[in-house]
């Protein structure tokens, strides 16, 4: 069975840090891309982050880059995603996903978790 487990998540207030894990199972890690998407209400899901496990090569939405890191530990099966100094405009639930080989267009993903909600408050 495949399956991709998001935690982490909670309330934190602004300018705060949380820790996101996405582990996973179920599929040949090392060959799939992994991202984080996140949807907050009223808004479409948008991309955040994604690494390759194919090359390590890190990838950032505008709106993060500089505040959010993402790794990948593959004895783990697991992808993180630090995100550090958070706003308000980061509330949202947050999906970890799966696509294979390359950080790839959200349609492309094939597996998905079920989100964990993240809510930064002031």
């Known amino acids: 069975e495949v399956q991709l487990v998001e935690s982490g998540g909670g309330l934190v207030q602004a300018g705060g840090s949380l820790r996101l894990s996405c582990a996973t199972s179920?599929?040949?890690?090392?060959?799939?891309?992994i991202g984080w998407f996140r949807q907050a209400p009223g808004k479409e899901r948008e991309g955040v982050s994604c690494?390759?496990?194919?090359?390590?090569?890190?990838y950032y939405a505008d709106s993060v880059k500089g505040r959010f890191t993402i790794s990948s530990d593959n004895a783990k099966n697991t992808v993180y995603l630090q995100m550090n100094n958070l706003t308000s405009e980061d509330t949202a639930v947050y999906y970890c996903?799966?696509?294979?080989?390359?950080?790839?267009?959200?349609?492309?993903?094939?597996?998905w978790g079920h989100g964990t909600q993240v809510t930064v408050s002031s």
């Open positions: 179920g599929f040949t890690f090392d060959d799939y891309a």
């Open positions: 690494i390759s496990n194919r090359d390590g090569r890190p």
């Open positions: 996903a799966a696509a294979l080989s390359w950080c790839s267009p959200i349609y492309e993903y094939r597996y």
